[in-house]
């Protein structure tokens, strides 16, 4: 099994960046497809980014493309989320998932994913 715990969450205003982080303990960090989901209230968890297991391919919601961007540090068992660019409608609880077998065609696909993090609140102000 692997532990996920996010951090970074916050308050921005629109226009501005934020960073997430999610750390993992347990099994081998590098073992996993990783992606990056949000829930806004009153709204379905959706897919936000994915990662696989290098780190060379990545996955995008069309709402995001451009503007985040999702990596990971197999060294030190963490995967990122860089926002740019953030808007009202960014607001939502971000959660990291991990996933050991998934393939870079099913990574986008948030049924598939075992493990979850607690989530982490972003709040953008317009």
């Known amino acids: 099994q692997v532990q996920l715990v996010e951090s970074g969450g916050g308050l921005v205003q629109a226009g501005g960046s934020l960073r997430l982080s999610c750390a993992t303990s347990?099994?081998?960090?590098?073992?996993?497809?990783m992606g990056w989901f949000r829930q806004a209230p009153g709204r379905e968890r959706e897919v936000v980014a994915a990662?696989?297991?290098?780190?060379?391919?990545?996955y995008y919601a069309d709402s995001v493309k451009g503007r985040f961007t999702i990596s990971r540090d197999n060294a030190k068992n963490t995967v990122f989320l860089q926002f740019n660019s953030l808007k009202p409608e960014d607001t939502a609880v971000y959660y990291c998932?991990?996933?050991?077998?998934?393939?870079?065609?099913?990574?986008?696909?948030?049924?598939?994913?075992?493990?979850w993090g607690q989530g982490t609140q972003v709040t953008v102000s317009s």
């Open positions: 990662i696989n297991r290098s780190g060379s391919r990545t």
């Open positions: 347990g099994r081998t960090f590098r073992v996993y497809v």
């Open positions: 998932a991990a996933d050991s077998r998934l393939s870079t065609s099913t990574m986008r696909s948030l049924r598939e994913y075992d493990y």
